[in-house]
C-alpha cells in the first residue's frame, strides 16, 4: 500500500521558515517525481514545487527564490524548505507522488503564516 505522509507543518510569524517532510513507502521511491501543492480556503489546489528523478526543480513565481525542494533518495523523502514566509503562504501543503502511469497524494499538512 502505497504511503504518503507529510510532516512540518505549523503556525509561523511573517518573514519566519519552516521545512516540510513527505515520507513515502510502497513505491519506487527514486522512480516518482515529487511535488509539492497547497491549497489555501476558498481557492483551487496550486503547484508550489516539483522535483524529477533527475533532480531538476520547477517553482512556482510566487515562492522562486524563497522556497526549496529536495529530495533524499535513500529516505524515500521529499522536503519543502520554506523560508520568508509570507501570509500568502498559508495553506494547506500536500505531497504528491507521480509517474507516467499514476500518481498519490498525501493527506496534506497545515501551514499557517500570522503575526
Known sequence: QVQLVESGGGLVPPGGSLTLSCATSGLIFSSYAMGWYRQAPGKQRELVALISISRSTIYSDSVKGR?????????????????????????????????????????????TVSS
Open 67 to 111: 522556497f526549496t525542494i529536495s529530495r533524499d533518495n535513500a529516505k524515500n523523502t521529499v522536503y519543502l524548505q520554506m523560508n520568508s514566509l509570507k501570509p500568502d503562504d498559508t495553506a494547506v501543503y500536500y505531497c504528491n507522488a507521480h509517474n507516467a502511469f499514476t500518481y498519490y497524494w498525501g493527506q496534506g499538512t497545515q501551514v
